[in-house]
């Protein structure tokens, strides 16, 4: 998929910008808060109808501003064309229209415009709580998978009823309901998660390689209390443990994926550059898994390229982005010279954009 056209309204620092796309590699230069990264998050709200960093809506506005409108003139792969239109008002909230019509259900939009972000944000894969990793496995799983994202939802819903009624310290029989609502939609979940990781594992590795030129062996693995026992199990086993402490405490909203280096946690024992280096690899596997399930190629967008990363590997990275596997690129720096310099070593043809203020400008 090409983004063509850009417009954007209001959105972040940018007050208007009309920014015609080369459909290769499309780099936008600047100082830091210039507004770079914004115009890559406006992307990825025409992709995702939401920021790309935990903002609101709200939060999205310009200052002083009530409202925001992204419009956006795609052409698919197949050469079909389409525009999507994202819009919020402070007193009418989003809405989200595709060739003029308006979504009902904005999770209806998901996976339409396939997007893949890599940015120093990545990091709390690595170092954040199991629960960050859970909910980027959820949100890649639901791109290519609805059903999982509505037995997600149905799953979540019945946890926050169960966890309710252990503060009223319910009856067997109600509690038993609520055990058979979570294990039809763990179900799903699990066996969904560990078909992902089976096919992340052999992408991730082979993008590390050649990343890192195979100087170091890396592992991600699935971790889920459902591998030792099936979920009515395990719920009857922690019946006094939940209602000691009131909440579930089991189930597939505890599991985890670990990653790993040399047999080891990465988180400890990986150094910046490899613990960067591994988070592109997954998102490069990323990228491949939605490729194929889409038949388009998603738009990857490179906030911050060299964001604890060498020369060369930079370099490897966009040798191998430049292929013609991948598609339509966005890249954000700020050193021009820097970036220009690897592009040209790299042999990549590309657009440059100046950021200053808010304001694009080739």
């Known amino acids: 998929m090409v983004l063509e056209r850009l417009s954007i309204i209001d959105f972040k620092n ?5 920014i015609e796309l080369s459909a290769g590699i499309n780099c936008f230069v600047g100082d830091n808060g210039a507004g770079k990264t914004n115009i890559l998050d406006a992307l990825h709200y025409i992709s995702a109808a939401r ?39 402070r007193r009418s909230g989003k809405t989200l229209r595709r ?44 791109t290519l998978d609805r059903s999982y994202l509505a037995a997600l939802i149905r799953y979540n819903t019945a946890l926050a009823e169960r966890n309710k009624l252990l503060k009223m310290h319910p009856t067997e029989e109600l509690l038993l309901i609520y055990d058979n609502m979570l294990s039809a939609s763990a179900e799903v979940l699990f066996a969904g998660r560990t078909t992902i990781t089976a096919e992340l594992r052999p992408l991730v590795e082979e993008y590390y390689a050649l990343l890192s030129e ?26 006094q443990k939940d209602f000691v402490n ?73 040798r191998l982005v430049g292929g013609e596997m991948f598609g339509q690129i966005f890249i954000t720096d700020c050193n021009k010279h820097r970036l220009q310099h690897t592009l040209d070593e ?17």
């Open 214 to 239: 195979e100087r170091e062996s890396i592992g991600i693995e699935y971790r889920s209390e459902l591998q030792t026992a099936p979920l009515p199990e395990l719920l009857l086993a922690s019946r």
């Open 246 to 318: 009131e909440h579930t405490t089991t189930g597939i909203h505890r599991d985890d994926i670990i990653f790993s280096i040399g047999d080891y946690p990465l988180r400890k024992f990986g150094s910046q550059g490899q613990q960067k280096s591994f988070l592109i690899a997954l998102k490069l596997a990323e990228y491949t898994l939605l490729a194929r399930q889409s038949g388009e190629r998603p738009m990857l967008l490179l906030d911050d390229l060299f964001d604890k990363l060498d020369m060369r590997r930079v370099a490897q990275l966009l």
């Open 346 to 362: 790299a042999g990549a043809e590309y657009r440059l954009f100046h950021v200053s203020n808010g304001e694009v400008s080739l």
């Open 99 to 142: 060739n003029g019509k308006e979504y009902e259900k904005l999770s209806d939009h998901v996976g339409c415009v396939p997007t893949v972000v890599i940015s120093p944000a990545d990091t709390a894969l690595i170092s954040d709580s199991a629960e960050e990793r859970r909910r980027y496995i959820n949100r890649l799983i639901s």
């Open 14 to 18: 940018i007050e208007n910008a009309e």
């Open 51 to 89: 920021s790309m960093h935990t903002l609101s809506d709200a939060q999205c506005l310009r200052h002083g501003r009530e409202s925001l409108m992204l419009d956006a003139a795609l052409r698919h792969d197949d050469s079909r064309t389409e525009q999507v239109v994202c819009a919020y008002t």
